[in-house]
């Protein structure tokens, strides 16, 4: 049996998609089909239902799921033993909302790239929404978003949530401690329109009954350092973010009278039989930000720490 045919039969009923499986294995979708058809005529059954454009796998298709995770488990763990998984030389794709990008993605991807020299990154940022999306469809393989991703075959850790904080142009904003009613009649800048903390600053104006005089929604981080550079407004950002922009940046940390929740951020990936390299790159990643954001270590949320 060609386990090369049995990846592609894994991929196509764990991302339920013919299309997306050939996108993850860079085939063409005829060499795919190709692929499942040729191991349908060896195992004598159909595998997957092609009786109307819904996909389905048929009771056989569910049943030799389970023996083609082994199977692919078992060439990994022998390739592993014998010597050949000792190197990482794949592609990851990794996607990571702003907040990650401008706190500890970076230096996390410089120690990768000195621990793994063989390994090839495609980065994407983009808004949690999108990024829970993509590993939902199976575009991309890990992502750092401030809420997990849902779906069969995507795993979920919990990583050290950021601190928020208020931050202001110190040529503007010079006063030691600001109250929240101060901070309402400013002109306020946050993250997209029904973001976690979009969310959440509203909310915290409502529980004090207090109306903001006008809150932005901006998706940059670094659009919104250039505006309150500018003198546009007081930003709500995560404070390792800040600490580390005010290097080359024009920023002050407001100290507020009140109690900013923090954002949360999790790590979601597909699990993937073929390989570790998504594990590995999992458990760098929780150890790295933990240590980056409270000097502890990111919980799993549904499996064992990898």
């Known amino acids: 049996m060609n386990l090369r045919f049995v990846e592609a039969f894994y991929w196509v009923a764990s ?8 996108e993850k294995l860079f085939l063409t979708q005829s060499a795919m089909s190709s692929r499942i058809a040729t191991l349908e005529d060896e195992l004598g059954v159909l595998l ?11 009771a056989a298709g569910t ?3 389970v023996f083609a995770e082994k199977l692919l488990a078992l060439q990994r763990d022998a390739k592993t ?3 050949a998984g000792t190197t990482i030389a794949v592609a990851m794709r990794i996607g990571a909302i702003e907040s990650v990008l401008h706190s500890w ?3 996390w991807l410089e120690k990768l790239r000195g621990d793994h020299p063989g390994l090839e990154l495609e980065l994407t940022v983009e ?3 999108i990024l829970t999306d993509q590993i939902q469809r199976g575009t991309l393989d890990l992502v750092f978003a401030a809420s997990p991703a849902n779906a069969d075959g995507v795993r979920t850790y919990t990583l050290p949530p950021m601190d928020m904080a208020f931050v202001g142009n110190p040529t503007l904003h010079k006063k030691r401690n ?3 009613d101060e901070l309402a009649e400013m002109e306020l800048l946050t993250f997209q329109k029904g973001s976690q903390p979009h969310v959440t600053l509203l909310d915290l104006f409502r529980q004090h ?3 903001p005089k006008k809150v932005h929604a901006i998706s940059s981080i670094s659009a919104m350092v250039q505006l309150v550079q500018g003198g546009f407004g007081v930003a709500l950002l995560p404070r390792i973010a800040t600490q580390r922009l005010t290097g080359f940046a024009k920023l002050k940390l407001l100290t507020s009278d009140t109690q900013l929740k923090s954002l949360p951020i999790y790590a979601s990936y597909r699990t993937d039989p073929t390989s570790s390299t998504v594990d590995t790159l999992v458990k760098s990643a929780v150890e790295f930000a933990g240590g980056s954001i409270s000097g502890g270590a990111g919980t799993k949320k549904g499996a064992r720490k990898p």
């Open 15 to 22: 991302l339920k998609s013919v299309t997306r499986a050939a």
């Open 48 to 58: 997957l239902d092609r009786s109307d454009k819904q996909f389905r796998l048929t």
């Open 63 to 65: 049943r030799f799921l």
């Open 81 to 83: 033993e014998m010597g």
């Open 105 to 107: 993605l970076i230096p």
């Open 127 to 129: 808004t949690t929404p």
């Open 178 to 180: 600001y109250r929240l």
């Open 209 to 211: 009954r207090l109306e």
